[in-house]
């Protein structure tokens, strides 16, 4: 049975590497019109009510709506990165990946977490090598992996043979990212020009998968709006939906979505179709289902 310390309710993206072979950040290259970084924590944010970025001392980022933090010592490797990162997590266990993944798999990402239950790292093999930035880590593990960061021993993999951990095949993960998108990543300006074409021949075909929230009372008050679209993971819960929606319209944070920004505060409901007040916060949500949020006396 899942508990709550199996809940992983934090992503952790690594910004903070040196970028040599690029020969300028990766985490600030354009990316679909904006900046990398952005784009992965707005994709990351669908999935989980808590990001942590972990950046350089000094390195120069644009805001986002994330727990930032700076490396005491500047590039310590991977293990460095995660040691910081799962530090600042808000939950017992964090997905942790790197800035530099345009094309991550959200329902890989949701796989991966599903597979804590047992375990203190779920990490996926990818052409037969481990793929420690798209892994899954308790907190627990952070007094090795500190151990680890004394020692000099930089690289995720020491820590494998040390704890419970569950290797997830190709086999696998094809059934979820069936061309492995989640693990292009860019080094070199020749990955990037191929990432920027990939992108803009995928955007060409893709319609985005979306639902409509409509809102009423203090909520329409709060978030100086009516309606929102918002895009959608597949599949999608209305917890995923709420995550999204407080990245849109952060005001609504604390007093109509609670502060996990995984379900509404008391006082609030939510009405999916005009038919059914929604309660669950993993009842599923489709592409083109439009959502009421209102008050509570308003009609739940």
Known sequence: MTGESDKVGSAVVLAGGKSSRM??????????????????????G??????VVVAAPGQELPELPVTLVRDDVAYQGPVGGI????????SAA???????????????????????????????YWEGRP???HAVYRRSVLPLLEGQLERGELRP???YDKVRTLKVGEDEIRTVDPDGSSFFNMNTPEDYSAALARWERTAMDAVPDRCEVELLGAARLRARTSRVSVDLPRPATLAQVLSALA?????????????????????????????DFVRDASRPVEPGDRLLIMSSDAGG
């Open 94 to 124: 964090g997905y942790v990946t790197s800035c530099d993944v345009p094309f991550l798999s959200l329902p890989l990402v949701s796989h991966m977490a599903s597979r804590l239950p047992g375990h203190d790292v779920v990490v996926p």
């Open 46 to 51: 669908l999935l989980f009510p808590d990001v």
């Open 157 to 159: 993999v020491f820590l």
């Open 247 to 275: 990245l849109e319209l952060p005001a609504l944070v604390g007093p109509v979505i609670t502060e996990t920004r995984d379900g509404l505060t008391a006082g609030h409901v939510c009405n999916l179709n005009g038919r």
């Open 83 to 90: 040691v910081y990162g799962l530090r600042a997590c808000g």
């Open 23 to 44: 020969g300028r950040p990766k985490a600030m290259l354009p990316f679909g019109g904006e900046p990398l970084i952005v784009h992965v924590v707005r994709r990351l």
């Open 131 to 133: 793929q420690p930035l």
